[in-house]
């Protein structure tokens, strides 16, 4: 981190206000060259223009603002020059700041050096990543309390009682006239508690996983129950084409909205029946592909018909899966009656409505909605594919370890431990290889 | 003129002296006292968890330590019992005149090693380079390389309480003008403190107030090179406790210890608190425990471990009488604390060779470590290096993945030392890889390589090695049908059942199937020695582990291989920490592993060595 970066730090396009940032050891240099005031003191606003020093050229007025290392974003001097949002005024800021010294960031290299310079640990650094993407309210509130260290200081935790249990077995190795052996039960006990620790910090990547990339509901069931109406009507707007004709729908349909501040994208399949036609027959494929990758199912039925044997052979393919089951068309006569359903599905919840007529719409959304959060978050969630996959690592050594207690092999059960430790700090960022670093920071815009 | 002058005579100048001998080398060996060769001015013990796996790492090297040990021993038993043998470690105590005599022997009868009393003032040096030392009565001795291993002598200062005499052990001159020396040449110096416990009258212990600790009466040994036996005749030891009243009186007479006095300095091992520490410092304790260890057969002398003390003579008394059983007790000799410099071991490179005299080695106590097998393992690597190096041989040097001894190396040249540095199974990453049991087969071929392992031993661990193998074999030759025939006899001996066809070795992979079990089964092992069936159950017992931890290794090797120039300039890394730069700078690691494990190196520095070296390389 010899050299000063720099980057525009706003969005390419026309904006109010377009940021430039430096950051590195020549930052206060080069910046205050490019600008009319002499920028005094850290932390404060200076009003001036910035010009090109070598023709005297005004390009822009604007604010500077100068952050003294260590306290700034990257642990850095870093100096911002906010002036208006165009793209070739920025531009050329950034070329005269070039020709000064400085050298084009890369990607995500601001927060890298942030992450090296140990202001935010790799959760916050992806956090960051998040809070950039968030597409809607709740993904928003997610990236935010895991950026403010809602995770880490789980890990914490975490490490902390595994430090905690190791010490407690290396102490009684090392010095056994001094320091008393721990007993399985309470060796068992320190792992269990540091077990359910992880796993239910483990449990939360479902629910943030949804929240961050979207929740995939998919609407299932045999042909012309009325899945494309419900997709309509959950969308608000005719998105499918609807018709009397069993096998209208010949392709999968998705669309991604905006579900009370979470991303959902609800996904309108082929019904499913035996037929010859070989368009509806790849669409049929694609509708079992769908139901296997969907997060949760919404699966239909129509009241005003008996159950057939395609509805049967259907439902074992939502087996297994988060399912709603609903029943459509209350609005006609009923030959499908709740009590049959239920003992179809071993007293599953129903919920009746009526796509066409828009009645129990709320009623359903209510209940996809708890089914995507079923409580209220309040802990901190994972999200990413990769803290997952350390976590559930993590539990398969401690599970290990409760498993050696038992045998009084401690010198092994300190080994798990120690291997679990280590996945925290993976985790955090505190052990890390470079290759996964540069994965994650090549996600950034440049400029961050 | 000598090929090598080993100055010092104690548990790392032995080892480093007869190491070079049996090499070859024309070996000087110096001490104060020709009396005390192979001294033990604390607790006349050997061996512990760590300790014991260096131990043995230096009888695989063909050291004397363990040999010396089985022959003069008074107790023996196995620590760690409890847990897997990745971890067991024997300790012994000995007859601490009869193990001194015993060295004293061995030193005099080896060829090629020779003895001489007297102080060394100073070294001679011409040019960086070390050419012989000089002796306080002005005799000069010529050769082409010194190792130091002068224990605690180095301006060694003893107290008790206010009290306060240089010397370098109890009764003993301390040898000022070296350590002075040493600081002229440049050498960064330190001070650290020990100290030692009471030596208490036997005749004066009710000991129907303490109870028993016995010895193991198994066969065993400490020397690969003997055979197990069965020890008669060991001597007891005794456990006690303090009481509330011992705490009290300790109290008292806290402000009399020398280090709270200000007139000792304050870093001593954390491992060994005094008395008067232990309730400064753990002031919630109503007890303490502490042993009570016959110092020899023809003694009534009484070493009593955990009752460190530097309070005077007479208070030391009133503490010990508080004591059930102590009531009458008398003092022979008085606990004393000693302080002493060392050389900061950064100065050395991984043979034991210090960075800026050549020819001149550092080992034991002058290096910041504690601890007679500490000292041993140090003496025996530095005596081989200095041997190797006056051929003009490659250096001998052990890494962590080979040998405690390469752990503790890497440890006191990497780490910085807060306090004397005792080796222990948490330092040592692949411990189920490094055990006691399998320190010949990791080494003694290596020692015999170099010549430093007699042609006799490595005759031993061949036809160790063979029937190891024999018995691998075997194990997985043989198979075992659920039939049932099989399933009953399993169900007689009180063993799992099976359900599939399974290699005997498989099921030795089951943590409670024994050797006992194995036998029963196939009685044809029962003409293997117990030792080899345990080497052999924990090769495959902790056979899974074992790969992870030569992936880890593996692993690291990639980052050994990844060099760093000795002259690099630091301060070219502007985004290193400010700690870090300075301990790598001090240090000076040869390479990114090596810097990895620096102490006050952050792992962001680590990525912004990375990331330089990486750039620079464009």
């Not at chain 2, 009570?292 to 005077?312: A, C, D, I, R, V």
Request: proline letters at 4%; aromatic letters at 8%; a neutral charge.
């Amino acid at each position: 981190m010899n050299d000063t970066i720099v980057a525009i730090s706003t969005p390419k396009g026309f904006g109010g206000i377009g940021v430039v940032r430096l950051s590195g050891p020549t930052t206060f240099f080069i910046g205050q060259k490019v600008f009319s005031i002499t920028v005094k003191n850290p932390r404060t606003v200076y009003t001036g223009y910035i010009f090109n020093p070598d023709t005297k050229e005004r390009i822009d007025t604007g604010i500077a603002i100068y952050f003294k290392a260590p306290h700034s974003y990257t642990g850095e001097d870093v100096f911002e020059l906010q002036m208006h949002g165009g793209v070739k005024n920025l531009e050329l800021v950034v070329k005269v700041l070039v020709q000064l010294g400085a050298r084009l960031a890369e990607r995500g290299e601001f927060t890298r050096r942030a992450f090296l310079n140990g202001k935010l640990d790799l959760i916050e650094a992806e956090a960051v990543i998040e809070l950039i993407e968030a597409k809607t309210e709740k993904a928003v509130k997610v990236a935010a309390r895991r950026l403010f260290g809602g995770i880490s200081d789980e890990i914490f935790e975490i490490k902390k009682r595994l430090l905690y249990t190791i010490s407690s077995i290396e102490g009684a190795i090392d010095f056994p006239f001094d320091v008393e052996t721990l007993s399985v039960g309470q060796l068992d006990k320190q792992i269990t508690d540091v077990l359910n620790l992880t796993k239910s910090l483990l449990s939360t990547y479902k629910v943030g996983k949804r929240i961050e990339e979207g929740t995939k509901v998919v609407i299932a069931g045999r042909t012309n129950v009325g899945k494309s109406t419900l997709l309509n009507a959950l969308l608000k707007f005719d998105r499918a084409i609807v018709s009397e004709i069993p096998g209208t729908t010949r392709d999968t349909v998705e669309e991604m909205v905006d579900f009370f501040g979470i991303p959902v994208r609800f996904i309108d399949t082929a019904g499913v029946r035996e037929t010859k036609d070989v368009i509806e027959v790849l669409g049929k494929e694609r509708s079992v592909e769908a139901i296997q990758q969907g997060d949760i199912i919404l699966f239909m039925f129509d009241a005003s018909e008996m159950l057939t044997a395609e509805d049967k052979k259907f439902a074992k393919l939502t087996d297994g899966k988060d399912r709603i089951i609903v029943l459509n068309k209350t609005d006609l006569p009923a030959k499908l009656t709740i009590k049959e359903l239920k003992s179809l599905f071993n007293n599953e919840d129903i919920i009746q409505i009526s796509a066409l007529k828009k009645k129990g719409i709320e009623v359903l959304e209510q209940i996809i909605y708890d089914k995507i959060i079923p409580k209220e978050i309040e802990t901190a969630l994972i999200t990413t594919e990769r803290e997952k996959n350390c976590l559930k690592e993590a539990v398969k050594h401690l599970e290990k370890a409760k498993e050696l207690v038992s045998s009084s092999r401690d010198e092994l059960v300190s080994e798990e431990l120690k291997e679990a430790i280590i996945l925290m700090g993976i985790l955090t960022g505190e052990e890390v290889s470079t290759e996964i670093l540069d994965t994650i920071f090549s996600r950034f815009c440049i400029g961050k | 003129m000598f090929d090598l002058i080993v100055v010092g005579a104690g548990h790392a100048g032995v080892e480093a002296a007869l190491a070079s001998a049996r090499m070859g080398a024309e070996t000087l060996l110096i001490t104060i006292d020709s009396d005390s060769v192979g001294w033990m001015p604390c607790n006349p013990a050997i061996g512990g968890p760590g300790k014991a796996q260096i131990v043995r790492e230096v009888d695989a090297l063909g050291g004397v330590m363990a040999l010396n040990a089985d022959a003069t021993l008074t107790q023996i038993k196995m620590l760690n019992m409890s847990k897997g043998p990745a971890v067991w470690s024997l300790r012994v105590q000995c007859d601490k005149w009869a193990y001194s005599l015993g060295m004293k022997e061995r030193v005099e009868n080896q060829p090629h090693l020779h003895l001489r009393q007297g102080i060394v003032t100073r070294l001679i040096v011409q040019k960086d380079r070390v050419k012989g030392v000089e002796v306080s009565d002005g005799m000069k001795f010529y050769s082409s390389a010194v190792i130091i291993t002068a224990g605690t002598y180095l301006n060694g200062r003893i107290y008790i309480s206010k009290w306060m005499q240089p010397a370098g052990r109890w009764a003993e001159p301390p040898a000022n003008s070296l350590s002075d020396n040493l600081k002229e040449l440049g050498f960064k110096i330190k001070r650290f403190n020990t100290g030692t416990t009471p030596r208490v009258d036997k005749r004066s212990i009710d000991f129907s107030k303490l109870s028993v600790e016995k010895g193991d009466e198994i066969p065993l040994h400490f020397s690969f090179w003997n055979e197990p036996k069965i020890y008669e005749n060991q001597i007891d030891s005794y456990l006690g406790w303090t009481n509330e009243k011992t705490i009290e009186i300790t109290r008292k007479y806290l402000d009399m210890s020398p280090s709270v006095m200000g007139i000792m300095v304050k870093t001593g091992p954390r491992t060994c608190p005094s008395m008067e520490e232990k309730v400064r410092w753990f002031p919630d304790k109503i007890r303490h425990q502490f042993f009570l260890e016959q110092e020899g057969f023809h003694t009534n002398e009484m070493y009593m471990q955990g009752m460190y003390m530097s309070m005077p003579y007479e208070n030391q008394l009133e503490v010990l009488r508080t004591i059930p059983g102590l009531e009458n007790v008398e003092i022979i000799r008085p606990a004393y604390v000693i302080d002493y410099d060392y050389i900061v071991p950064t100065q050395l490179n991984l043979n034991y060779e210090t960075k800026i005299i050549e020819g001149l080695f550092i080992a034991g106590q002058p290096n910041g470590t504690t601890g007679y097998d500490e000292a041993a393992g140090q003496g025996i690597l530095a005596g081989i290096n200095a041997a190797l190096k006056i051929k003009g041989k490659e250096p001998f040097i052990l890494s962590r993945s080979e040998a405690y001894l390469g752990v503790m190396t890497d440890d006191i040249l990497t780490k910085e030392l807060f306090e004397p540095y005792r080796i222990t199974p948490s330092h040592c990453e692949h411990r189920l890889l490094l055990r006691q049991d399998n320190a010949d087969l990791r080494l003694t071929r290596k020692g015999y390589q170099i010549g430093v392992v007699e042609e006799w031993k490595y005759r031993k661990l061949e036809e160790k090695e063979k029937m190891i193998n024999e018995i691998k074999m075997e194990l997985e030759s043989i198979s075992l049908k659920p039939n049932k025939e099989t399933l009953s006899r399993l169900k007689s001996f009180g063993i799992k059942e099976i359900n599939k066809p399974m290699l005997l070795t498989d099921l030795f992979k089951r943590h409670n199937f024994t050797k006992e079990d194995l036998r029963k089964l196939e009685p044809s092992f029962t003409g293997y020695p117990d030792e080899l069936l345990e080497e052999v159950e924990s090769d495959i017992k902790y056979a899974g582990y074992i790969v992870r931890e030569q992936n880890k290794i593996k692993e690291s090797i990639r980052w050994e291989k990844f060099t760093i120039p000795v002259d690099f300039d630091y301060a070219a890394v502007p985004s290193l920490s400010k700690e870090g730069r300075e301990r790598l700078t001090q240090v000076r690691p040869k390479s990114l592993a090596q810097a990895m494990r620096v102490s006050g190196v952050r792992p962001a520095d680590i990525q912004m060595l990375l990331l330089y070296f990486k750039s620079s390389k464009k």
